[in-house]
């Protein structure tokens, strides 16, 4: 197994996710290290779970607090609140490549390989192409309610 596509921030962030939707993150990651290879760009896991508190902060930002908007979801209402999704960073030699939306493209086209995961990017509001998720058959209502219930989220 290619282990080395996978760099320590990105094992660090997938294992906050749910141990059930690890795996396919990390084959993700590697697919799409090794689509990037060529280019000499690095994607890398930047962000995996946020807690409802972290993210009620992060909702802040904007609109209570300094800043400008980041996300539209209070804490409850991101798939990150549950443990199954990502944030990609594309790195280039070490340089963080944040307005190059050909680029995040790729990262679209090799989540179709992944039947499990869908992306952020085939959403209209907001399009948001460095999140891919884990797909769940449940609405975020009931994904709040298995949390309440501490039940299984996949
Ligand atoms: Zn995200």
Redesign the pocket.
């Known amino acids: 197994m290619i282990t080395s596509l996978i760099d320590q921030r990105s094992e660090k962030n997938i294992q906050t996710l749910v141990p059930e939707a690890q795996q396919v993150f990390r084959d993700f990651l590697i697919a799409l290290n090794e689509n990037f290879m060529t280019l000499e760009i690095n994607a890398v896991v930047i962000?995996g779970t946020r807690t409802y508190a972290e993210q009620d902060v992060l909702y802040a930002k904007g609109r209570t607090i300094k800043g400008k908007i980041v996300t539209n979801a209070r804490g409850g209402y991101?798939?990150?609140n549950f443990g199954i999704?990502?944030?990609i960073g594309l790195f280039k030699y070490g340089k963080y490549l944040d307005d190059h939306p050909k680029l995040y493209e790729q990262i679209g086209i090799i989540v179709r390989k992944f039947p499990e995961l869908e992306w952020?990017g085939d959403w209209k509001s907001p399009c948001?192409p460095?999140?891919v998720?884990y797909r769940t058959f449940c609405t975020m209502a009931e994904l709040r309610e298995r949390v309440a219930k501490k039940q299984e989220i996949v």
Do not use: T
């Open positions: 962000c991101s798939y990150h999704a990502i944030d952020g948001d460095p999140h998720q």
